[in-house]
C-alpha cells in the first residue's frame, strides 16, 4: 500500500504545485497562482497542503480551517496517477482529522458527464449534494459569478446553517459580502 502524507508546502513544491493546479482548475475557478501561493502568510485559517505519496509529490489540497467547518477550496491529484485510490485515502485523512464538518464546492449535478463523475467520487466518501442555491464569486474583478453546489460530510448540518455557511466563504475566501 502507498503511504499517505498531508504536509504544508515548501517553496521546493512550487513547480510541481503551480503545474498542478494550473493545469486542475480552468482560470475562472483559480485565484491568481502567485496569491494563491501566498495565501498561507496572509490568513492563518487557510493550509495549502501537499499530498505526498511514498514521499513523492503527489497532489495538492488546499483547506480553510474556520470554527463551524472545514471548507476544500482545490483538491487535485497528479494525472498519472489518478483512479488508484489516493484522492479516496486523502479525503478520509482529512475527515479524520478534522473535527468538524467539511464543505466542498462542485459543478451541478447533469451539467457534464466530469461533474457527475467528481459528485459521485464525493459521494462515495461520504459527502453529501446539497440541492440549495449557492453561486461562486469570482476570483478575478472581471470574472463572472459560477452557479455550483455545495457538498458536506454532514448534509443535515449544512441544510440548517447554508446562509451562514456561505456567508464565511464568501467573506473568507472570496473577500465580498453574501451574494
Known sequence: ?????????L???KPFLIDLYEHSFPEEERRPTRDWLEMPGRDAAFCLNVIEADGAAAGLLTVWQFREFAYVEHFAVSPEIRGGGLGARTLQT?????????????EPKGSTPMADRRIAFYERQGFVLSP???MQPPYRPEGAAI???LMSTRGDWLRANHEAVCKEIYRRVYGVAAQ
Open 94 to 106: 482529512l475527515v479524520e482529522s478534522v473535527q468538524v464538518p467539511i464543505v466542498l464546492e462542485v
Open 11 to 13: 517553496p521546493s513544491d
Open 132 to 134: 440549495l442555491s449557492y
Open 1 to 9: 500500500m502507498t503511504s499517505l502524507a498531508l504536509r504544508p508546502f
Open 147 to 149: 452557479a455550483l453546489n
